[in-house]
């Protein structure tokens, strides 16, 4: 059985390769200086509540966003549009890969967001995934339950 690492990293490798042909190297490790700078996150309620967040560096939201849309010469608008469809997509596509296929989740419409909602500080992420240097960057946070 996959650690919940390994899942994330094998649900965006193979979503970035369908939705953008797009070939994502994963990192042995989370760099310390990943080089995102966009970030989008999806919430998450359902069986647990918490949220998804992704980042992208520029370079690699303008050449996915290409891809994705089909053309040249794009807008600021339309890779913040794009890097919202993909945190959807890897969202969608990662959630019944880390629980369970009949787990049903309601997932928020994806929204900008800073580097802050992907550091946390001490939450500790359920899962985390690398690619490409640290040019792509995944992390799958659950909040804690009341007790």
């Known amino acids: 059985m996959l650690d919940a690492n390994s899942v994330l990293s094998a649900v965006v ?10 070939c994502a190297e994963p990192d042995a490790e989370l760099p310390a200086d990943a080089a995102a700078a966009a970030y989008a996150r999806v919430a998450i ?19 996915l966003t290409e891809s994705l ?4 010469a794009l807008t600021t608008e339309d890779g913040n549009q794009a890097l919202l469809e ?11 890969e880390l ?3 009949e ?5 928020s419409s994806p929204a900008p967001c800073g580097s802050a909602d992907f550091q946390r500080g001490s ?12 040019n792509i960057v995944v992390r799958v946070f659950r909040e804690p339950t009341a007790s």
């Open 99 to 101: 629980e369970s296929k």
């Open 123 to 134: 939450v500790a992420p359920v899962a985390e995934a690398s690619f490409d240097g640290g």
């Open 45 to 63: 309620k359902g069986h647990w509540r918490g949220e998804m967040v992704i980042g992208l560096a520029p370079g690699l939201l303008s050449e």
């Open 69 to 72: 849309l089909g053309e040249d």
């Open 86 to 96: 993909i945190a959807n997509v890897v969202c969608g596509n990662a959630l019944p």
């Open 103 to 107: 787990v049903v989740f309601a997932l």
């Open 13 to 22: 490798v193979k979503t970035l390769d369908e939705l953008c042909f797009h």
